[in-house]
Each structure stands twice: as structure tokens, then as C-alpha cells.
């Protein structure tokens, strides 16, 4: 994270500069409670490669470790609910790549410490899955990822105890919330009129059956 910039070209042409750890760190602590929250949704609109993504898996993984880490079941399970909470849009396809590379390696190398021999393919490549759903590369500003479609994300909800539920809803949509004043929730349940924000909620434009956590790579579009 020393390394500020790339190149003098990719500032110049798309303002590219990243954040310090140092101001990474001090700006986390100012939402600590969220940061550290396993199941907090956390957006960063221009993601880069992850820096601040980076340091907001590391502190959830920590709180996952010191509530789960002698129940392997458990840890496996709220890691995942940990990775699922992550988003990311990156405008540059080589950041979204290193930062979605970047982020399952922090999760497999906590993974892999504390389950040993109990880790399997099939989880880790459940956390490559969610990670390539949840960090897309796009434009936070029109809304529209590199091919052209709609920013679309996943919610992935935890329910019968092993089984998440993916609903997948576009980025704009969701964003309309803000304008209403509404802001810490970024997926929305109601297919109705909401009486308490005076507007109708769409339903997501994709929803699919509670699967097993290890098994969400098996959903696929």
C-alpha cells in the first residue's frame, strides 16, 4: 500500500491515486462498530485494487475468529457471511482483478489457518464465487458496468442456519433510497408500497432458491 499511484498516465487520464494505509485505518475507526460487524453490507463505489475493502475483511475476520474460531462449522459459515458482505466498483478492469484476487486471498489464508485440514475447494471456491459477483468493474457514476449492462449485485442472506439466499438488484435501484433520505441499508426487502418512505420498493430482478453456503457457485447465471 505504499505505492500511491501507477503511472503518471492513469492518473492523468483516470485520476487514479490510492488511499495510505494510514488514512485507510484512521477512517475505518471512525465507523468501528460497522467495520467490524460480520454481516454489515459495505459498498465502496471506486474500489481501486482494495485497499479499504482490505482492511474491512481483515477486521471482520478477526471478529469471526474470536466468536467462531474453536467451532470450525461456524467459522466456515460466518466467513462466508463476512466475504458476502463485501461490494466493490472499480472503473479499470486490472484493479478489479487484483482487488477481487487481493480480497479471496486475505479470506483463504484466514480460512486455511484456522480450519487446517477441515478447509475444503468447494468453500474456497464458494468465496471466489461471491467475490466475482460482489466486486464488479463498472462506472459508480452511470451505473453501468465495462460491457455495458447495469451494475447488478447480489444480496446474500443467511437462513436456515447453512442455507444463503441469493437476490440479485440493480445498483440504481437500490441508490434510490438515498435520495429518499434512507441510508445504512443497501437491499431492501418489499415488493410494495413502503407507508414509512412514501415510495414503492421494487423486487429484486433475480431470486434464487436457499443453497447451501458452499455450494452458491452451483447458481449460476
Known amino acids: ?85 463485501m461490494y466493490g466498483v472499480e472503473l479499470l478492469e486490472d484493479n478489479t482483478e487484483h482487488c477481487r484476487e487481493r480480497l479471496f486471498n486475505i479470506w483463504d489464508e484466514a480460512y486455511t489457518s484456522n480450519m487446517g485440514k477441515d478447509a475444503t475447494d468447494e468453500c474456497r471456491e464458494a468465496a471466489r464465487f461471491i467475490f466475482h459477483r460482489n466486486i464488479l468493474c463498472g462506472d459508480a457514476l452511470s451505473l453501468l458496468q465495462k460491457i ?3 451494475v447488478i449485485f447480489s444480496e446474500w442472506s443467511l437462513v436456515a442456519g447453512v442455507m444463503l439466499k441469493r437476490r440479485d438488484f440493480e445498483l440504481a435501484t437500490m441508490l434510490q433510497m ?40 452451483c447458481q449460476s447465471d
Open 1 to 85: 500500500m505504499s505505492k500511491l499511484i501507477k503511472s503518471k498516465e492513469r492518473v492523468a487520464d483516470f485520476g487514479e491515486v490510492f488511499t495510505h494505509e494510514r488514512e485507510v485505518k484512521a477512517m475505518c475507526d471512525l465507523v468501528r462498530d460497522e467495520s467490524e460487524r460480520i454481516d454489515s453490507r459495505v459498498l465502496e463505489p471506486a474500489c481501486g485494487d482494495g485497499n479499504f475493502l482490505a482492511e474491512i475483511l481483515n477486521r471482520k475476520l478477526n471478529t469471526v475468529k474470536s466468536r467462531y474460531g474453536k467451532n470450525h462449522s461456524d467459522y466456515e459459515k460466518y466467513s462466508l457471511v463476512a466475504v458476502s458482505s
Open 148 to 150: 455495458g449492462k447495469p
Open 178 to 217: 438515498q435520495d429518499l433520505g434512507r441510508q445504512g441499508d443497501l437491499f431492501l426487502s418489499s415488493g410494495s408500497f413502503d407507508e414509512e418512505v412514501g415510495a414503492y420498493i421494487p423486487q429484486p430482478i433475480a431470486e434464487y432458491k436457499p443453497i447451501e453456503y458452499w455450494r452458491v457457485q
